[in-house]
Protein backbone atom coordinates (compact mmCIF):
# COMPACT_ATOMS: atom_id res chain seq x y z
CA UNK A 1 0.00 0.00 0.00
CA UNK A 2 1.46 3.41 -0.96
CA UNK A 3 2.02 5.99 1.60
CA UNK A 4 0.96 9.43 0.46
CA UNK A 5 0.11 13.09 1.94
CA UNK A 6 -1.87 15.25 -0.53
CA UNK A 7 -0.24 18.85 0.19
CA UNK A 8 -2.82 21.04 -1.21
CA UNK A 9 -4.86 25.18 -1.28
CA UNK A 10 -8.05 23.55 -1.93
CA UNK A 11 -9.58 24.89 -4.76
CA UNK A 12 -11.58 23.16 -7.37
CA UNK A 13 -9.08 21.39 -9.14
CA UNK A 14 -7.86 20.63 -5.56
CA UNK A 15 -11.45 19.22 -5.14
CA UNK A 16 -11.33 16.79 -8.05
CA UNK A 17 -7.57 15.53 -7.37
CA UNK A 18 -8.63 14.74 -3.55
CA UNK A 19 -11.54 12.94 -4.24
CA UNK A 20 -9.56 11.39 -7.34
CA UNK A 21 -7.00 9.96 -4.17
CA UNK A 22 -9.79 9.36 -2.10
CA UNK A 23 -11.20 6.67 -4.47
CA UNK A 24 -8.27 4.25 -4.93
CA UNK A 25 -7.62 1.14 -3.25
CA UNK A 26 -3.90 0.90 -3.75
CA UNK A 27 -3.11 3.86 -1.71
CA UNK A 28 -3.22 4.78 2.07
CA UNK A 29 -3.44 8.73 2.76
CA UNK A 30 -1.81 9.21 6.04
CA UNK A 31 -3.00 12.77 6.12
CA UNK A 32 -3.94 16.28 4.00
CA UNK A 33 -1.67 19.32 4.69
CA UNK A 34 -3.11 22.69 3.72
CA UNK A 35 -1.31 25.98 2.59
CA UNK A 36 -2.39 29.20 1.95
CA UNK A 37 -2.63 29.89 -1.67
CA UNK A 38 -6.20 29.70 -4.06
CA UNK A 39 -7.39 30.80 -1.04
CA UNK A 40 -6.30 32.22 2.74
CA UNK A 41 -5.23 29.30 4.84
CA UNK A 42 -8.52 29.36 6.95
CA UNK A 43 -10.49 28.90 3.64
CA UNK A 44 -8.34 26.10 2.65
CA UNK A 45 -8.11 24.16 5.65
CA UNK A 46 -11.98 24.77 6.31
CA UNK A 47 -12.30 23.04 2.79
CA UNK A 48 -10.27 20.25 2.53
CA UNK A 49 -11.94 19.29 5.88
CA UNK A 50 -15.75 19.67 4.63
CA UNK A 51 -14.51 17.55 1.18
CA UNK A 52 -12.95 14.49 3.51
CA UNK A 53 -16.47 14.59 5.31
CA UNK A 54 -18.62 15.18 2.45
CA UNK A 55 -17.26 12.66 0.22
CA UNK A 56 -17.37 10.07 3.25
CA UNK A 57 -13.37 9.98 4.35
CA UNK A 58 -12.12 10.22 7.36
CA UNK A 59 -8.73 11.54 7.02
CA UNK A 60 -6.77 13.71 9.42
CA UNK A 61 -6.00 17.70 8.03
CA UNK A 62 -3.01 19.50 9.39
CA UNK A 63 -2.73 23.26 8.73
CA UNK A 64 0.59 25.03 7.41
CA UNK A 65 2.10 28.07 6.36
CA UNK A 66 -0.77 31.20 5.99
CA UNK A 67 1.96 33.19 4.11
CA UNK A 68 5.04 32.69 1.79
CA UNK A 69 8.45 32.28 2.96
CA UNK A 70 9.57 35.83 1.78
CA UNK A 71 7.66 37.64 -0.74
CA UNK A 72 3.97 39.47 -0.08
CA UNK A 73 0.88 37.34 -0.16
CA UNK A 74 -1.11 36.44 -3.58
CA UNK A 75 -4.12 34.19 -3.85
CA UNK A 76 -6.13 33.14 -6.64
CA UNK A 77 -9.65 34.04 -5.27
CA UNK A 78 -10.87 35.43 -8.53
CA UNK A 79 -10.34 32.45 -9.85
CA UNK A 80 -11.59 29.93 -7.66
CA UNK A 81 -14.47 32.00 -5.97
CA UNK A 82 -14.44 33.72 -2.20
CA UNK A 83 -14.46 29.93 -0.73
CA UNK A 84 -11.93 28.94 -2.91
CA UNK A 85 -15.27 26.06 -4.50
CA UNK A 86 -16.96 28.20 -6.62
CA UNK A 87 -20.23 27.00 -7.38
CA UNK A 88 -19.52 23.20 -5.03
CA UNK A 89 -21.50 23.06 -2.24
CA UNK A 90 -19.59 20.89 0.64
CA UNK A 91 -21.40 19.53 3.57
CA UNK A 92 -19.52 20.63 6.85
CA UNK A 93 -18.78 17.61 9.48
CA UNK A 94 -17.63 17.71 12.85
CA UNK A 95 -13.80 16.86 12.29
CA UNK A 96 -11.29 19.50 13.48
CA UNK A 97 -8.01 20.55 12.22
CA UNK A 98 -5.51 18.51 13.96
CA UNK A 99 -3.17 20.72 16.76
CA UNK A 100 0.11 19.28 14.82
CA UNK A 101 1.15 21.31 12.80
CA UNK A 102 1.79 20.15 8.90
CA UNK A 103 5.44 20.72 9.29
CA UNK A 104 5.89 18.64 12.33
CA UNK A 105 3.41 15.94 10.91
CA UNK A 106 4.50 15.84 7.41
CA UNK A 107 8.70 15.21 8.89
CA UNK A 108 7.07 12.33 11.61
CA UNK A 109 5.74 10.21 8.46
CA UNK A 110 8.62 10.65 6.60
CA UNK A 111 10.49 9.08 10.20
CA UNK A 112 8.07 6.49 10.21
CA UNK A 113 8.13 5.57 6.72
CA UNK A 114 11.45 6.25 5.41
CA UNK A 115 11.82 6.38 2.03
CA UNK A 116 8.32 4.76 1.24
CA UNK A 117 6.19 8.49 1.55
CA UNK A 118 5.41 10.28 -1.35
CA UNK A 119 3.63 13.66 -1.00
CA UNK A 120 1.28 15.17 -4.06
CA UNK A 121 2.22 19.05 -3.63
CA UNK A 122 -0.71 20.94 -5.66
CA UNK A 123 -0.20 24.11 -3.96
CA UNK A 124 2.32 26.43 -3.32
CA UNK A 125 5.56 24.62 -1.86
CA UNK A 126 5.59 26.25 1.62
CA UNK A 127 4.66 23.31 3.57
CA UNK A 128 7.92 21.64 2.02
CA UNK A 129 10.08 23.73 2.40
CA UNK A 130 9.12 25.18 6.05
CA UNK A 131 9.60 21.00 6.78
CA UNK A 132 12.91 21.10 4.66
CA UNK A 133 14.59 24.22 6.90
CA UNK A 134 13.44 22.61 10.04
CA UNK A 135 13.97 19.05 9.72
CA UNK A 136 17.30 18.71 7.53
CA UNK A 137 16.44 14.63 7.30
CA UNK A 138 12.95 14.77 6.25
CA UNK A 139 15.14 15.17 2.09
CA UNK A 140 16.34 11.83 2.44
CA UNK A 141 13.51 10.19 4.12
CA UNK A 142 11.01 11.12 1.48
CA UNK A 143 10.82 9.00 -1.71
CA UNK A 144 9.56 11.62 -4.00
CA UNK A 145 7.03 14.49 -4.31
CA UNK A 146 4.91 14.87 -7.65
CA UNK A 147 4.18 19.01 -8.21
CA UNK A 148 1.67 20.76 -9.59
CA UNK A 149 3.32 23.97 -10.56
CA UNK A 150 5.63 25.40 -13.37
CA UNK A 151 6.16 25.09 -16.67
CA UNK A 152 8.68 25.29 -19.37
CA UNK A 153 6.77 27.53 -22.30
CA UNK A 154 4.31 29.38 -20.38
CA UNK A 155 2.65 31.11 -17.18
CA UNK A 156 -0.70 31.82 -16.17
CA UNK A 157 0.33 34.70 -13.93
CA UNK A 158 2.47 36.59 -15.69
CA UNK A 159 4.06 34.82 -19.19
CA UNK A 160 6.24 33.40 -17.47
CA UNK A 161 5.57 32.16 -14.27
CA UNK A 162 2.59 29.57 -13.04
CA UNK A 163 0.60 30.28 -9.81
CA UNK A 164 1.95 28.09 -7.06
CA UNK A 165 5.56 28.93 -8.17
CA UNK A 166 4.64 32.45 -8.58
CA UNK A 167 3.20 32.21 -5.74
CA UNK A 168 6.26 31.57 -3.73
CA UNK A 169 9.13 31.32 -5.48
CA UNK A 170 11.76 30.97 -2.68
CA UNK A 171 9.80 27.82 -1.24
CA UNK A 172 9.82 26.20 -4.84
CA UNK A 173 13.51 26.42 -5.08
CA UNK A 174 14.18 25.09 -1.91
CA UNK A 175 12.33 22.34 -2.57
CA UNK A 176 14.29 21.88 -6.17
CA UNK A 177 17.42 22.22 -4.52
CA UNK A 178 16.28 19.70 -1.92
CA UNK A 179 17.32 16.44 -3.55
CA UNK A 180 14.19 15.07 -2.81
CA UNK A 181 13.65 12.95 -6.12
CA UNK A 182 10.66 15.01 -8.23
CA UNK A 183 7.95 15.04 -10.90
CA UNK A 184 6.83 18.19 -12.15
CA UNK A 185 3.28 18.24 -13.66
CA UNK A 186 3.67 22.12 -15.08
CA UNK A 187 1.23 23.80 -17.75
CA UNK A 188 3.25 21.97 -20.16
CA UNK A 189 1.06 18.82 -19.33
CA UNK A 190 -1.66 20.04 -17.16
CA UNK A 191 -2.89 22.00 -19.94
CA UNK A 192 -1.78 19.86 -23.28
CA UNK A 193 -5.23 18.33 -22.89
CA UNK A 194 -8.57 19.12 -21.12
CA UNK A 195 -11.92 18.17 -21.22
CA UNK A 196 -14.57 20.17 -23.37
CA UNK A 197 -18.36 20.62 -22.98
CA UNK A 198 -19.13 17.12 -24.70
CA UNK A 199 -16.55 15.24 -22.91
CA UNK A 200 -18.29 16.55 -19.43
CA UNK A 201 -21.73 15.48 -20.79
CA UNK A 202 -20.41 12.51 -21.92
CA UNK A 203 -18.58 11.52 -18.75
CA UNK A 204 -22.12 12.93 -16.23
CA UNK A 205 -24.29 10.85 -18.78
CA UNK A 206 -26.41 8.80 -16.25
CA UNK A 207 -24.48 9.92 -13.12
CA UNK A 208 -27.22 10.09 -10.75
CA UNK A 209 -25.60 10.39 -7.07
CA UNK A 210 -25.26 13.34 -5.06
CA UNK A 211 -21.34 13.51 -5.02
CA UNK A 212 -21.45 13.02 -8.99
CA UNK A 213 -23.39 16.29 -9.13
CA UNK A 214 -20.95 18.02 -7.34
CA UNK A 215 -18.14 16.70 -9.26
CA UNK A 216 -20.02 17.89 -12.84
CA UNK A 217 -20.66 21.45 -11.12
CA UNK A 218 -16.70 21.27 -10.22
CA UNK A 219 -15.81 20.37 -14.00
CA UNK A 220 -18.60 23.23 -15.23
CA UNK A 221 -17.00 25.95 -12.76
CA UNK A 222 -13.37 25.00 -14.53
CA UNK A 223 -14.73 24.97 -18.16
CA UNK A 224 -16.13 28.41 -17.32
CA UNK A 225 -12.36 29.33 -16.29
CA UNK A 226 -10.80 28.12 -19.16
CA UNK A 227 -13.48 29.89 -21.60
CA UNK A 228 -12.98 33.22 -19.68
CA UNK A 229 -9.07 32.81 -20.50
CA UNK A 230 -9.61 32.07 -24.29
CA UNK A 231 -10.04 28.23 -23.90
CA UNK A 232 -12.76 25.60 -24.90
CA UNK A 233 -11.67 22.87 -21.84
CA UNK A 234 -11.62 22.63 -18.40
CA UNK A 235 -7.77 22.00 -17.67
CA UNK A 236 -7.62 19.83 -14.17
CA UNK A 237 -4.22 20.82 -13.44
CA UNK A 238 -4.06 18.91 -9.89
CA UNK A 239 -5.58 15.92 -11.10
CA UNK A 240 -2.16 15.68 -13.10
CA UNK A 241 -0.19 14.96 -10.47
CA UNK A 242 -2.27 12.48 -8.44
CA UNK A 243 -2.51 10.50 -11.77
CA UNK A 244 1.50 11.04 -13.29
CA UNK A 245 2.75 9.54 -9.82
CA UNK A 246 0.34 7.00 -9.48
CA UNK A 247 -0.01 5.86 -13.11
CA UNK A 248 3.55 5.28 -13.87
CA UNK A 249 2.80 5.44 -17.82
CA UNK A 250 0.76 8.36 -17.74
CA UNK A 251 2.62 11.13 -18.23
CA UNK A 252 5.14 11.76 -20.80
CA UNK A 253 8.41 13.77 -20.79
CA UNK A 254 12.15 13.44 -19.66
CA UNK A 255 14.45 14.32 -16.65
CA UNK A 256 16.64 17.24 -16.60
CA UNK A 257 18.09 20.08 -14.80
CA UNK A 258 15.33 22.70 -13.37
CA UNK A 259 15.72 25.80 -11.38
CA UNK A 260 13.57 28.59 -10.22
CA UNK A 261 13.89 32.43 -10.82
CA UNK A 262 13.66 34.33 -7.95
CA UNK A 263 15.77 37.81 -8.83
CA UNK A 264 14.07 38.65 -12.08
CA UNK A 265 11.84 41.91 -12.54
CA UNK A 266 9.99 39.51 -15.84
CA UNK A 267 10.56 35.90 -14.59
CA UNK A 268 9.84 35.96 -11.03
CA UNK A 269 8.81 32.28 -10.39
CA UNK A 270 9.36 30.91 -13.80
CA UNK A 271 10.89 27.27 -13.54
CA UNK A 272 13.89 27.41 -15.44
CA UNK A 273 14.43 24.02 -17.43
CA UNK A 274 17.45 23.16 -18.79
CA UNK A 275 16.53 21.19 -22.18
CA UNK A 276 19.70 20.94 -23.58
CA UNK A 277 22.37 20.60 -19.99
CA UNK A 278 23.67 23.81 -20.82
CA UNK A 279 24.50 23.87 -17.01
CA UNK A 280 25.66 20.80 -17.42
CA UNK A 281 23.89 19.71 -13.75
CA UNK A 282 22.13 16.80 -12.10
CA UNK A 283 19.07 16.28 -14.53
CA UNK A 284 17.33 15.29 -11.56
CA UNK A 285 13.54 16.29 -11.70
CA UNK A 286 11.11 14.25 -13.85
CA UNK A 287 8.97 16.80 -16.43
CA UNK A 288 5.93 15.75 -17.90
CA UNK A 289 4.76 17.43 -20.90
CA UNK A 290 2.22 15.48 -22.18
CA UNK A 291 -0.72 12.48 -21.52
CA UNK A 292 -2.83 10.18 -23.78
CA UNK A 293 -6.61 12.33 -23.45
CA UNK A 294 -8.15 8.79 -23.07
CA UNK A 295 -6.06 7.33 -20.69
CA UNK A 296 -7.48 10.67 -18.68
CA UNK A 297 -10.86 10.07 -19.28
CA UNK A 298 -10.52 6.28 -18.36
CA UNK A 299 -9.68 7.29 -14.74
CA UNK A 300 -12.18 9.95 -14.71
CA UNK A 301 -15.26 7.69 -15.76
CA UNK A 302 -13.29 5.22 -12.84
CA UNK A 303 -13.60 7.76 -10.40
CA UNK A 304 -16.87 8.08 -11.24
CA UNK A 305 -18.08 4.88 -10.96
CA UNK A 306 -16.61 4.72 -7.96
CA UNK A 307 -18.72 7.96 -6.35
CA UNK A 308 -21.49 6.77 -8.23
CA UNK A 309 -21.91 3.92 -5.90
CA UNK A 310 -20.56 5.45 -2.52
CA UNK A 311 -23.35 8.18 -2.91
CA UNK A 312 -26.02 5.87 -3.72
Known amino acids: MRKIIVDCDPGLDDLVALINVMSRED ?36 AGANAPLMREQVIAGEIHGENGMGNVVLQEGTAKVEEESAFSFLNRMAQKYPQELEIIAIGPLTNIALTLRTYPEFAKNTKKISIMGGGHEKGNVTPAAEFNFYADPEAAKAVFESGIPLLMCGLDITMCEGFDAADIKQLMTGQKSPLNKMIEIALQDMLEIG ?4 YQYAFVHDLIAV ?70
Not at 27 to 44: K, P, R
Open 227 to 230: IRFG
Open 27 to 62: VEILGITTVAGNQLLDICTKNALAITHTFGKHIPVY
Open 243 to 312: IALLEEDFAKGACYHVDIETKGELTYGKSVVDMEHITGKEKSVFVGFSFEKEKLMQEMQRMIGYYEILGK
